[in-house]
């Protein structure tokens, strides 16, 4: 809209120049005469003309440079949004991995956090004490009495209690650490693949099965402990080898194949 306006103004300029030169050179001729104004106008008319002319062109030329300008102005600013465009596209490139290594960061925690469970069931089984005189426990007055009460069923009772019940603490963990396991084995499917899942489940299986002959061990070690002490019974003798071998064959299971069938899921983002 603007620049038809001032078009308009242009030529309504050119116009009215036009007007004036012809009214001037009609004055001359109403003057001097028609030889004397022809010999003026001859003169002046060149003059008039080349200077509007050149005012022509001089602004054209204006135009011309203000349109340069507008192109380099342009050019720049189209440069600036190419690099503002690259930036864009860096950032969303940074933002993209950015997000893949968190998703990989939050797999390898979920993944270990569910390898750790398992470490730890194990764990809790394999330092478990399988000595009697842990779970039995004499206060100073019984340690007294021990080898002198009158009454040994008596005496003995509340010691035998009190060691049962800390026993039979290990059967209510095994009881509790097999529920969390079927749990446990249920993620592996969604976070490792099958075959970890039935290494895992065999794993857990076997140490659940160990924590049950751990119970049954030490059930076995009171009732002897219990039944020495009533009838003054000889020397029992424990036997832990085939536990201790099961623990070996576990812990060997654990550090070598199932650590090597899980390693190559571990993998945290460099």
């Known amino acids: 809209m603007g620049k038809i306006f001032f078009t308009i103004l242009k030529y309504l300029f050119y116009f009215i120049c036009a007007v ?59 440069a600036r949004q190419a690099d503002i465009a690259e930036q864009q596209a860096s950032v969303a490139r940074e933002n993209k991995e950015i997000a893949h290594n ?18 730890e069931y194990f764990g809790y089984y ?40 800390r026993i039979n603490e290990i059967q209510e963990n095994n009881a509790k650490n097999k529920q969390s396991l079927e749990i446990v084995l249920a993620k592996t499917k969604f976070l490792y693949d099958l075959n970890i899942h039935e290494i895992l489940f065999d794993f857990s299986k076997k140490t659940i099965e160990l924590g049950s002959m751990q119970y049954n061990f030490l059930i076995e070690e009171l009732e002897f402990y219990k039944s020495n002490y009533l009838t003054d019974g000889g020397q029992h003798v424990s036997n832990i080898q085939k536990i201790e071998e099961e623990k070996t064959v576990l812990a060997r299971m654990l550090g070598d194949k199932i650590t090597n069938e899980i390693r190559p899921f571990l993998h945290v983002p460099e």
């Open 102 to 119: 968190k998703l990989k960061l939050e797999l390898f925690d979920k993944r270990y956090a569910v390898f750790e469970q398992f470490i």
């Open 20 to 78: 004036i030169l012809f009214l001037f050179i009609t004055w001359l001729i109403e003057i001097f005469g028609v030889d004397p104004s022809n010999k003026f106008a001859g003169i002046f008319t060149p003059l008039i003309i080349g200077s509007l002319t050149a005012y022509v062109a001089l602004n054209q030329y204006k135009l011309a440079q203000k349109q340069h300008d507008l192109a380099k102005e342009q050019k720049a600013l189209t």
């Open 126 to 165: 394999f330092d478990l004490r399988l000595d009697i005189d842990y779970y039995v426990k004499l206060s100073p007055t019984e340690e007294q009495d021990y080898t002198t009460a009158r009454d040994r069923p008596a005496f003995i009772k509340p010691i035998y209690e009190r060691a049962l019940e």
